[in-house]
């Protein structure tokens, strides 16, 4: 007999998640796989939010029920998707700091849907019987089981041996509080943009329309409650954009006025070059080396209603550049992204402990071309979204000394943060001047 899921249900968005934790087990970024599997559904769009959240989800807990699997099986879980589905389950089951009032779905209504979705699927089913076992055996042996798996570093703190030991290494004093605040979900934060409203005017539409937000930044406004970017009151009209609050920061930096000749190197999607946008009359390059990526910087500018040329290249090369320099360039250069784990955490589960050294190299690379395309006493300012120093404090200390480059005031690294007052991701800035001859 063949079980059809109902859109709606649990199971539904269990085995979808399934897919989709199977996918990055298999090197794919968790964007993409999502992307693979609505596009192969008919999920709602209540189910694909269902499905990203409960993924999303597991790759912030899957070090502890990756530990629970093992300390239950006697060998890895196979098929991929089976291994999946159980760490899902168990993702959503074993948080130790959550009361069971507080749990988004009964322990029971887990285990039954979790079977449920592993009966559904020919490459599952045989092992519904094993889904139901393991998954009731951490109920009746919960302290115990969490207490064992709880003994090594990757299941206390959910992620890769090397991330926590190097963190500790880079971070004596904060690296459990960097670490925790990786784990948490983050906040839907916008930015106003101040051509159009301002946080005060933008503050009291909220108010009108029973909208909870609490301003944490000169642009910036923290939703109480996620919502869905068409739901946002003046979303469409280009009122606000969905921005972290560390990543506003550059446009300010970049110290703009009008008429200048700006660069916006890396842009995609688009944010930064937004920001610049709303904050001066410039003429803009927005450059991005994924011609995959151009049309959604090109979506954000058109909702904004604001201009830019848009040109596909390689930040390393000079093949897309006219010859003339540019006043101000932002540098947001690839890198890790350990910042940001907390709005990706599938990046722990990707990320080798070799990339620090290979992204470094290409960051130093286009940092080294970008600023002979700067005009003397112009700002180039470099951005990444790495914790690493060797990304980040050790790359701007390099340049400055090759460059001979004046170091001007910058935030240097912030550390992601979660409290009243400041709530942003982890972002590293180095703001640089080019000496007139």
């Not at 749990?103 to 559904?120: E, G, K, L, W």
């Not at 979506?299 to 320099?325: H, M, V």
């Not at 120093?389 to 170091?407: C, D, G, I, K, L």
């Not at 910058?410 to 992601?416: F, S, T, V």
Request: some cysteine.
């Amino acid at each position: 007999m063949t079980i059809h899921l109902k859109p709606d249900s649990l199971s539904f968005s269990l085995h979808g998640a399934a897919q989709a934790v199977a996918a990055v087990g298999r090197g794919v970024a968790l964007p993409q796989a999502l992307a693979q599997i609505f596009a192969q559904t008919h999920a709602t769009p209540q189910a694909r939010g269902a499905i990203q959240d409960l993924s999303y989800h597991c790759m912030r807990h899957i070090g502890r029920a990756e530990a629970l699997l093992n300390a239950m099986t006697t060998k890895q879980t196979e098929p991929a998707i089976l291994h999946g589905l159980l760490c899902c389950a168990l993702a959503l089951i074993s948080d130790p700091n959550e009361a069971e009032s507080e749990a988004r779905y009964s322990a029971f209504t887990v285990v039954d849907q979790a079977v449920t979705a592993a009966a559904a699927d020919p490459d599952m089913a045989h092992a519904k019987g094993m889904v139901n076992a393991v998954l009731r055996r951490f109920l009746r042996e919960r302290d115990a089981l969490l207490k064992s798996a709880g003994g090594t570093q990757f299941a206390r703190w959910n992620y890769p041996d090397w991330w926590i030991d190097r963190m500790r290494s880079a971070y004596p004093q904060n690296w459990q509080a960097i670490l925790e605040a990786g784990n948490a979900a983050p906040p839907l934060t916008l930015r106003i943009n101040r051509r159009k409203t301002t946080v005060d005017a933008y503050l009291a539409l909220l108010a009108e329309q029973a909208v909870a937000a609490t301003r944490i930044g000169p642009d910036a406004v923290k939703l109480a409650q996620p919502t869905p970017v068409s739901q946002i009151p003046g979303f469409n009209e280009g009122l606000v954009s969905v921005q972290d609050a560390a990543a506003q920061l550059a446009a300010s930096l970049l110290d703009l006025r009008d008429g200048m000749r700006v660069l916006d190197a890396c842009a995609a999607p688009g944010g930064k070059s937004g920001h610049i946008l709303e904050t001066a009359d410039v003429e803009l390059i927005a450059l991005d080396n994924e011609a995959r990526r151009m049309p959604r910087i090109a979506e954000n500018l058109e909702r904004l209603q604001l201009q830019a040329t848009l040109l596909t290249g390689d930040a390393s090369g000079t093949d897309w550049w006219d010859g003339k320099p540019f006043d101000r360039i932002l540098a947001d250069v690839p890198c890790t992204a350990s910042g940001i784990v907390r709005r990706h955490p599938d990046i722990r589960w990707l990320r080798r402990k070799g990339d620090t050294t290979q992204l470094a190299a290409i960051s130093a690379t286009i940092l080294d071309n970008l600023w002979q395309m700067l005009q003397p006493d112009g700002k180039l300012l470099f951005v990444t979204c790495s914790l690493w120093p060797q990304e980040s404090e050790e790359q701007a200390a390099a340049f400055a000394v090759r460059h001979n480059a004046t170091r001007l005031p910058a935030p240097g690294q912030l550390l992601p943060t979660a409290n009243a007052e400041n709530d942003h991701d982890g972002l590293f800035y180095a703001l640089f001047q080019k000496t007139v001859p």
